[in-house]
């Protein structure tokens, strides 16, 4: 597992046409990439909703987000378990 480091870097990102200081203790370029990726969802929420506020296609775009984190922690689970049980009948 990668090391985090300690100290606090502060990082200039565009997303959907507004600036941003993002805070953290990750690379820049790792901070840049998520901010570009949000940028994208967000993004593409408005070119099929191009009426819709920009709060509602955050909103839009944080749904989509968690819905893409969940189905890749329900993916992640499913592994370990096949791993677990490949390990317990390599065992027995």
Do not use: C, H, W
């Amino acid at each position: 597992m990668k090391e985090r480091k300690s100290e606090f870097t502060r990082v200039n990102v565009k997303i959907f046409g507004e600036d941003y200081v993002v805070k953290g203790t990750e690379d820049p370029e790792y901070i840049q990439m998520l901010a570009a990726y949000v940028d994208r969802k967000m993004q593409g929420i408005s070119q099929k909703m191009p009426s819709l506020p920009a709060t509602k296609v955050a909103v839009l775009a944080a749904l989509n987000l968690a819905d893409e984190l969940s189905k890749l922690q329900e993916d992640y689970d499913e592994l370990v378990k096949k791993l677990e049980e490949g390990k317990t009948s390599r065992m027995g």
